[in-house]
């Protein structure tokens, strides 16, 4: 009997990492231009790292975590989301001795036990970015055109800015006090997630998605309603400096974010093509996160996209593997051999080469050709290696010409780099 893979764990396949590669490639290209740089953490952390940066009562902590214990007893867990990983890095290795400024990002698998849906799974990736020590409404809004910028890049115009603040410490609890009461007077209305978490995350209640808690808390009050003066004037400067840049955007005072270390500006790429689940980028301020992790008082602000939602905002038309640039048909065992030092040959230099190991009939070889889509297919057989040239077809127009075949192989690299 067969294995099969782990639900919601899904295999990226060779007809789709064209597609990937791009994405990826895209974003360390358009980030480059920032002055972001790539950081890599392990996909497994110790479970307090998630338990004191998202906090115990969202979703994530309470259901969604893979946590196990090591042989020694210790808790560890696949990470669920990139910021923590990279804030824990930024303060283990005394990142803001060197400079407090710091642009980073991330590419990579993340973790979450939840019902696989279209472009959400349990195993899945993301493209993040976070900038650490400059608290300026210029960074956010720098932020946020990085990332519209990286959206035309890989063509996906058909998505739009929402943004939000969140408040901060001084004066979130005001409207959370306030978003409580509300909510105590419409409990019946909501579901039994709602009305188990809105004492202690109150404000996930208003992200939820089922109809009867969107119409439940359709007239409660917005956190912009509450805004102390500094919270207030820094969200009027990021929407200034958006409208300099002439960045499109719309304010969404019902947008809050599922972790708790959110604090001020909060966004994220909405797109009606995908559903429920529209929003294939978000992220925000999170200015306590890193002293709340053992770190000094510095403010940041980053963003997470899925990479399984872009592709299926791309898809893969016009994006196939590239085939050989030459195929070696060889007829016969000395024929054979010849084809492999040449192949060999080609591709230490830089040419994407195959031939047929088995070296069937040429009728065959050629379908092999045809099938990896070869631009240039050279024949050779006992024949040719006795007056030491080969023809080299042409796939594409079937037009042919003999090639000088010398020991090292030079007149055939030649040719092929001539007419790459």
């Not at 990226?12 to 953490?41: C, D, H, K, M, N």
């Not at 472009?119 to 970015?129: K, P, V």
């Not at 809105?198 to 409660?220: F, H, M």
Request: charged fraction near 25%; aromatic fraction near 8%; include cysteine.
């Amino acid at each position: 009997m067969s294995i099969a893979g782990v639900k919601g764990m899904n295999d990226i396949l060779p007809a789709e990492t064209p597609l990937w590669q791009e994405l990826e490639a895209t974003a360390r290209r358009v980030f480059s231009f920032y002055g972001f740089r790539e950081i890599r953490t392990p996909i497994v952390e110790k479970t307090e790292l998630f338990c004191r940066s998202i906090g115990e009562t969202t979703d994530i902590v309470e259901k969604e975590m893979y946590t196990f214990e090591d042989r020694n007893g210790q808790s560890l867990t696949l990470r669920p989301e990139g910021t923590a990983p990279v804030m824990r890095s930024y303060i283990q290795h005394r990142m803001h001795a060197v400079d407090q400024v710091a642009k980073l990002f991330y590419c990579g698998p993340m973790f979450r036990y939840e019902r696989p849906q279209k472009g959400r799974y349990r195993q899945f990736h993301q493209i993040g970015a976070e900038v650490i020590g400059i608290d300026d409404p210029k960074i956010d809004a720098q932020v946020l055109a990085m990332l519209l910028h990286y959206f035309d890049s890989i063509g996906l115009l058909d998505v739009e800015l929402q943004i939000n603040s969140l408040g901060c410490p001084q004066c979130r609890p005001d409207y959370r006090d306030n978003l409580i009461r509300f909510i105590e007077q419409r409990l019946d209305q909501l579901c039994d997630d709602c009305r188990r978490r809105y004492v202690t995350n109150p404000l996930r209640v208003l992200d939820c998605k089922v109809p009867g808690c969107l119409a439940a808390t359709a007239e409660a009050s917005s956190v912009l309603d509450h805004l102390c003066s500094d919270c207030e004037e820094h969200f009027r400067q990021v929407r200034l400096h958006l409208e300099s840049l002439r960045l499109p955007f719309s304010v969404n005072p019902r947008m809050v974010r599922g972790l708790d270390y959110y604090t001020k500006t909060t966004f994220e790429l909405v797109t009606r093509h995908l559903g429920a689940q529209s929003a294939v980028a978000a992220g925000g301020r999170y200015d306590g996160l890193i002293r709340q992790l053992g770190g000094p008082d510095l403010p940041g602000i980053g963003f997470a996209m899925g990479v399984e939602r872009l592709a299926l905002l791309k898809g893969t038309d016009g994006l196939k593997p590239e085939g050989p640039e030459i195929f070696i048909a060889a007829l016969g065992e000395d024929a054979a051999r010849e084809a492999f030092r040449l192949m060999s040959l080609l591709q230490r230099n830089g040419i994407r080469a195959e031939m047929d190991y088995r070296c069937g009939s040429l009728k065959s070889q050629l379908r092999r050709a045809d099938k990896l889509q070869a631009r240039r297919v050279l024949i050779l057989g006992e024949d040719e290696l006795g007056r030491g040239s080969a023809p080299l077809r042409d796939m594409n127009d079937g037009s042919q010409r003999d090639i000088r075949l010398d020991p090292k192989g030079l007149n055939l690299l030649n040719e092929l780099k001539s007419n790459a």
